[in-house]
């Protein structure tokens, strides 16, 4: 499986940003999908996965309320979409699918490149 993540960028304090994963070369359908980040310094830590069969969600405590992420299976897309976004969730956002895997403890068999999203003050 092939990951590809997009939509990163520099945005202001306060703003919002939609970040996307396609996948290719696997049955999307039966993979949970989920997003870490990595910020300069830090260890990558988890951000928000969905379950690959009934779309149940998790989230970090971090960014409950603020972040949404979905999938679109006709499109092999997940998406996150970040809203009020402050300049500690400056990272590289990263894309990763574990095939048929918990979505509380999402331990992924692939990772796409990240995209950086950077939030300025």
């Known amino acids: 499986v092939q990951l590809q993540a997009s939509g990163g960028g520099l945005v202001q304090a306060g703003g919002s940003l939609r970040v996307s994963c396609v996948a290719s070369?696997?049955?999307?359908?039966?993979?949970?999908m989920g997003w870490f980040r990595q910020a300069p310094g830090n260890e990558r830590e988890f951000v928000a996965a969905?379950?690959?069969?009934?779309?149940?969600?998790h989230y970090a405590d971090s960014v409950k309320g603020r972040f949404t992420i979905s999938r679109d299976n006709a499109k092999n897309t997940v998406y996150l979409q970040i809203n009020s976004l402050k300049p500690e969730d400056t990272a590289v956002y990263y894309c990763?699918?574990?095939?048929?895997?918990?979505?509380?403890?999402?331990?992924?068999?692939?990772w796409g490149k990240g995209t950086l999203v950077t939030v300025s003050n």
């Open positions: 990763a699918a574990d095939l048929r895997g918990d979505v509380d403890l999402i331990t992924p068999d692939y």
């Open positions: 070369g696997g049955r999307f359908s039966s993979y949970t």
């Open positions: 969905i379950n690959w069969h009934d779309d149940s969600t």
